[in-house]
């Protein structure tokens, strides 16, 4: 039987040609784990078609194809880069000011988490909070591009949770473990391609209670902003992930808690809260 987040999953498609009808087509991918192989698939109904590469390499299927119910999802991508956009809805700013340009860090590959895998945290942390967010997924080598360049170096875009570690925000010299402990980077299950991104629900729920709701067309710094800027001073590989923001406020997480992300025609991304005893 399939889970409820994959029941959910097969009606992608509809809810996104209902929200942008002048789109190009929308196509679903995954990346996945069967019989004891890794690959990437483009999803038809309730069948995943295996790609020769990852799609935004090579989208030549293969012929062989897998039930949706059979396969293991992974994330959606392993970039080189996880590059984040801090402070960029003014619900999250709160009566701070918004910058004149994205405020950016950084989380490591090895933050990265499929849906329904478990965030570990660290024994030491004591007030790790979730941040509901849409990440961009980067199609192409992009440096030096313009705003209006930018969105032909998108693929497409998948759902995030850039845990944060607030007390290490505040009292170490950078962001390196606050955001970029292992698990710290749910992301997932599901690729988008076609979709108007820069107007989606994003919706954060904490034990099924809503906690963060919001469109993305009130992001301060919007998807061509990001990689333009972001193109300015690093070089965007295929594959590399942008946490796009965080907004409204949050709430700590402790073991046991089941947070769930949500992005209208994307997909819902679930993962439940650990902890490592102390040693």
Known sequence: MLSRCLRALLFVPTVATALHAQSSKITTYVRYAVDGQTSYGRVVGTTVQQLRAAPWLDSTRTGRTTPLARVKLLAPATPSKVIAVGLNYQTHLGERSAATYPGLFAKFPTSIIAHDENIVLPSDANNAHYEGEMVIVIGKQASNVTVAEAKQYVFGITVGNDVSERDWQKSDLQWFRAKAADTFGPMGPLLI???????????????????????????????????????????LMPGDVIYTGTPGTTKR???????????????ILRNRVTQRAKR
């Open 253 to 267: 997480i402790v073991a046991g808690d089941v947070v769930e992300v949500e992005l209208e025609g994307v997909g």
């Open 193 to 235: 391609t076609g979709l108007n991104y820069d107007d989606l629900l994003l919706q954060t729920r904490l034990n099924g209670e809503v906690v963060q709701s919001q469109r993305t067309k009130d992001l301060i710094f919007d998807v061509a902003a990001q990689v333009s800027y972001i193109s300015q001073y690093v070089t």
